[in-house]
């Protein structure tokens, strides 16, 4: 049974989603959950969360994300897994976002956190401000995933998609250490400046 939501139903409304929020045919992903548009109040929760350690927020888009999960007549995954920080990023911040709204969003679904099947094990630049192709250098050989994924479906779970260069990378150790497949769930999706949708 998924708890009380933690938002009223004006504010719930108030969220600019996307449709439809289940994206199918990505590569490497067998599907990505992207419920909202990274547009006003999403991105200002999400900068809150992210950058000011207001940890409120991953309950309210883990408790809003399980929901939506619930909703898709696909199985459930074996596991979820958030997107890693680097150990240095992880110790400047104080915490990995990716992680707390993973807590949030498993419990109500019954599903194990896999915090450590997946590691981030080279610094890279920062993703804001470079080119689809340079976002892909900048990750690749980035992460490694733990062969206890193995034989499992995984869900990968982050804040926010924008060319899916860094989901993709992860995704790329997750299969190559043998999951079966990986979901791709994100609170929300930036829109090219065309309004297009980014891939």
Not at 29 to 39: M, N, Q, T
Not at 136 to 148: G, K, L, Q
Request: aromatic residues 6%; proline residues 6%.
């Amino acid at each position: 049974m998924l708890p009380t939501l933690d938002l009223c139903s004006t504010c719930h409304a108030a969220l600019p989603r996307n449709e439809p929020t289940w994206l199918a045919g990505w590569p490497l992903f067998a599907g990505v959950l992207a419920p909202w548009r990274y547009e006003y109040p999403v991105d200002a929760m999400i900068r809150a969360l992210k950058f000011h350690g207001e940890c409120c927020f991953a309950r309210v888009f883990g408790q809003l994300l399980a929901r939506e999960r619930r909703r898709l007549t696909d199985p459930l995954p074996d596991l979820l897994i958030p997107l890693p920080l680097h150990a240095r990023r992880r110790i400047e911040r104080g915490y990995n976002q990716a992680a707390e709204l993973a807590r949030h969003t498993a419990r109500p679904l019954r599903l194990q956190v896999g915090e450590r099947w997946l590691q981030r094990v080279r610094a890279t630049h920062e993703q804001s401000g470079l080119s689809a192709l340079a976002r892909r250098r900048n990750v690749r050989n980035a992460f490694s995933a733990d062969p206890a994924v193995r034989g499992r479906r995984v869900a990968l779970l982050d804040d926010v998609i924008t060319t899916g260069s860094t989901a993709g990378a992860a995704a790329s150790a997750l299969l190559d250490a043998g999951a079966t497949a990986v979901e791709l769930w994100v609170v929300a999706r930036v829109a090219r400046r065309d309004g297009s949708a980014q891939a």
